[in-house]
């Protein structure tokens, strides 16, 4: 089942901040969140495992929410670099499980 | 030093012809996937190999046959290739522990005209 991912895009200006919101309807192992730049290839972010820690990266954080299967992140003082398209991807099970993305949330910071 | 490396980067060929892609890493990760991102930029999951070991796969036509010769090598080759099939496929791979993510290659696009 895939996840659901919002808003579909963003528009900031640098300096603002974003949330992206990832939605499962089953009970999730662990989120992933990627961003690609267009024409490379996704890039890893991080990584939450189920038991609702907040994890950070640089101004770039995300949160899990296991009992609502939901997933955050939070990107904080935007700068130009941001921009992208955002995905999560949710595994329903162990190491080996397979990872499913959400639709994608494109994030287009403006100077 | 690319950690995983795709081959081709472009790949235009007529309908009906046979392809490969060819992924190689050097992280000493387990395990390596391929995934096919369409036009609309949705990322979906085709095959997982685990050691050499297919341990996902996904409902892909049987013309899509992965083939791991080793743990660093996942290549992906493609029979009657049709027109749905034009899409940037792209080879991952990661270690098998909860805390790792993945590493992508650069994509292959590939064309069907």
């Known amino acids: 089942q895939q996840p659901v991912q919002s808003p579909q895009a963003v528009i900031l200006r640098e300096g603002e901040d974003a949330v992206i919101n990832c939605s499962s309807s089953?009970?999730?192992?662990?989120v992933h969140w990627y961003r690609q730049k267009h024409g490379e290839a996704p890039v890893f972010l991080m990584i939450?495992?189920?038991?609702?820690e907040q994890k950070g990266h640089e101004k770039i954080s995300a949160s899990f929410n296991e009992k609502k299967q939901q997933s955050s992140l939070y990107l904080t003082a935007s700068q130009l670099s941001y921009s992208g398209t955002y995905f999560c991807?949710?595994?329903?099970?162990?190491?080996?499980?397979?990872?499913?993305f959400g639709q994608g949330t494109t994030l287009q910071v403006k100077p | 030093d690319t950690a995983v490396s795709q081959t081709p980067k472009y790949l235009v060929t007529q309908m009906g012809n046979d392809k490969s892609i060819k992924c190689e890493q050097n992280?000493?990760?387990?395990?390596m996937y391929w995934y096919k991102q369409d036009s609309k930029k949705f990322l979906k999951i085709m095959f997982s190999?685990?050691?050499?070991?297919?341990?996902i796969n996904e409902t892909v036509p049987n013309r899509f046959s992965p083939k791991s010769p080793d743990k660093a090598h996942l290549n992906l080759h493609i029979n009657s290739l049709e027109l749905g099939d034009s899409a940037v496929y792209f080879c991952?791979?990661?270690?098998?522990?909860?805390?790792?993510?993945?590493?992508f290659g650069s994509g292959t696009r590939l064309t069907v005209v």
């Open positions: 939450l495992l189920k038991g609702g």
């Open positions: 991807g949710t595994r329903g099970s162990g190491n080996t499980g397979k990872l499913i």
């Open positions: 992280l000493g990760h387990d395990t």
């Open positions: 991952a791979s990661s270690h098998n522990r909860d805390s790792n993510g993945y590493t």
């Open positions: 089953k009970a999730l192992y662990s």
């Open positions: 190999y685990n050691n050499k070991e297919l341990i």
